[in-house]
């Protein structure tokens, strides 16, 4: 994507600074890396002027702290001045890497520890930012979204709380439902859906791939997942397919009614590559029993396409069904933790979100339109023709 002219005449809303919540140092350091090199060359005649103060820097990273007490409790520390920044705080609420001693315990952060994290951090600001941005690339109880009966609406109170604390702007990758925005009517949630990025990685790992409707599906694992696949399928030209859970009612494991089947709904997949879409992997189970499904109607390759791979349950039921041709490849984003076990198989493929990230957080800081990085379809069409996959 080439740098916006408009960057040249568009003033800052504020010095940028980006802090690096406890996992997230590894992105924030690309995205770092990625603004320090385009502001070299951006908007050089105005670099002396007074409305460019701080723009550009070797280092936008604020370092922050967050020390535990021997109880697990904690507190932030941010230990540059952020007054009159431009704050943007990258989080990963599902990085069980990070731990901490408790009781003389090892203890995997949770999302809740991450989340309570990532307030105190705000509230360490103490209102001297000028604005404060969250990027939280996967939603944090996203899909606790809706009330089914006396149940907690998390997600959305987790916004207001964000807000109320005086977050400006929630950015978000494919959030499992959007809907949870009407919670927080008056502020900015951006749901980024990184459709290119993902459809930019099939292109470049599958050398043999046939775009057309004889030769390549869509297949929505679910209702919910359908709003994806539709932009998918429309963006590559090929036919659309779903399943649909058909769940026992009559009772409730872990919280949720169990699936007893998955039905197939739509046309033949036989002999056709299929790109299954949807927004997450937690355990794998379903994804896989939708993808033994479809080697049962006669698919052909099967390629798994999620915005994130949580793994719960290992990769072992993953391996095994790669060695039993199951499917091909997996992609999920490096937007939340990949362990390196995960990295090292030959059935996954990481796509970056990086660079993305960084062209929105510039564009933001420039207080410029987002549509144009909301709205891929221009550069999906771009890649497919510049690999001769469309006319």
């Known amino acids: 994507m080439p740098r916006l002219t408009q960057y040249v005449e568009s003033i800052p809303y504020g010095p940028l600074g980006i802090i690096a919540m406890p996992g997230c140092e590894t992105m924030a350091k690309k995205v770092n890396d990625y603004i320090v090199k385009w502001r070299k060359e951006q908007a050089i005649e105005h670099h002396g002027t007074i409305a460019f103060y701080g723009y550009q820097r070797e280092n936008y990273i604020i370092d922050i702290s967050n020390p535990r007490f021997g ?216 994804m896989l029993e939708v993808a033994n499904k479809l080697k049962a109607l006669g698919a052909a390759r099967i390629f798994v396409c999620t915005a994130f791979g949580l793994f719960c349950n290992g990769l072992e039921i993953f391996d095994k069904a790669y060695k039993d041709g199951l499917f091909e490849k997996v992609f999920t984003t490096n937007g939340i933790y990949q362990t390196p076990e995960l990295l090292s198989r030959e059935w996954y493929c990481s796509v970056e979100l990086s660079k993305f990230i960084a062209y929105f957080l510039d564009t933001l800081n420039h207080d410029l339109s987002v549509s144009s990085l909301l709205d891929p379809s221009e550069k999906i069409d771009i890649i497919l023709r510049k690999n001769g996959l469309k006319d």
Do not use: W
Request: aromatic share 8%; proline share 4%.
């Open 71 to 286: 109880s697990g409790e904690s507190k932030a520390v941010i230990n540059n001045s952020v007054r009159g920044y431009d704050l943007y705080i990258l989080t990963d609420c599902f990085n069980h890497s990070v731990t901490y001693k408790m009781y003389g315990m090892e203890v995997p952060k949770s999302p809740d520890d991450h989340f309570a994290d990532l307030k105190r951090v705000i509230s360490a600001a103490s209102s001297k930012a000028k604005r404060i941005s969250v990027i939280m690339p996967m939603l944090y109880e996203g899909r606790q979204h809706k009330r089914a009966s006396r149940e907690s609406l998390d997600c959305a109170m987790a916004l207001q709380e964000l807000v109320q604390l005086g977050v400006e702007n929630i950015i978000t990758f494919d959030a499992h439902d959007q809907r949870v925005q009407n919670s927080i009517p008056h502020k900015s949630f951006e749901n980024v859906m990184p459709a290119y990025q993902m459809i930019k990685a099939i292109v470049n790992n599958v050398s043999d791939l046939k775009v057309d409707p004889e030769h390549l599906m869509i297949i929505s694992p679910d209702e919910g997942a359908m709003h994806r696949c539709i932009f998918f399928a429309t963006s590559l030209g090929v036919k659309l397919g779903m399943f649909y859970k058909r769940r026992d009612y009559t009772k409730v494991v872990d919280g949720r009614n169990p699936i007893v089947e998955h039905q197939y709904l739509g046309d033949s997949v036989k002999g056709k590559d299929i790109i299954i879409v949807d927004d997450m992997i937690s355990s794998g189970e379903s």
